[in-house]
């Protein structure tokens, strides 16, 4: 079964003048130790037949407990990941208090085959980064929504990794 997801990728200008994106990284124990290639924009699956911007908005809210951006979404398109899923994403200006940042959980037996079920966060942290900066953080296939941004705001795209440049 072909699968959609969908995320909005909330921007802002520093005080240096440099555009910055919030992202978050994945909770769970497979994720702890992973950074380089490990962050994602604030996403999650959504059915077929839903709108996929009403479905960025619901899963930027239950990933990070915060309100949504007031003001335009920008559409950055889809892109379709190695694993099959699609992917849509919208860009929105705002400001996140990274100390109130908080996930919604999900339930897993752990540690494998113990028969013992553990909750973990969804994402277990967010973090603001320059474009290169998220280039490099992001899990592969996301990245292209950051030169998206850039092209639509009229910003110099981010180096990508190589990886990324294969895709």
Not at 45 to 72: C, I, S, W
Not at 111 to 137: N, T, V
């Amino acid at each position: 079964m072909k699968k959609y997801s969908a995320g909005i990728l909330t921007y802002k200008t520093n005080d240096d003048g440099q555009l910055a994106v919030l992202l978050v990284h994945p909770g769970g124990p497979f994720w702890v130790k992973k950074d380089l290639g490990a962050w994602s924009v604030p996403k999650g699956e959504h059915e077929p037949d839903e709108e996929p911007l009403v479905a960025a908005k619901r899963e930027y809210r239950e990933e990070t407990g915060q309100p949504l951006p007031n003001g335009e979404y920008i559409d950055l398109g889809e892109t379709k990941l190695k694993d099959g899923k699609t992917v849509s994403v919208w860009a929105a200006q705002g400001e996140v208090n990274l100390s109130t940042v908080i996930s919604n959980k999900f339930e897993m037996e752990w540690p494998p085959h113990s028969g013992q079920r553990q909750s973990f966060p969804e994402i277990d942290r967010a973090d603001w980064f320059s474009l290169d900066e998220a280039a490099a953080k992001l899990s592969s296939g996301q990245a292209v929504f950051l030169s998206r941004l850039a092209e639509k705001l009229g910003v110099k795209a981010p180096s990508l990794p190589e990886q990324q440049h294969l895709l």
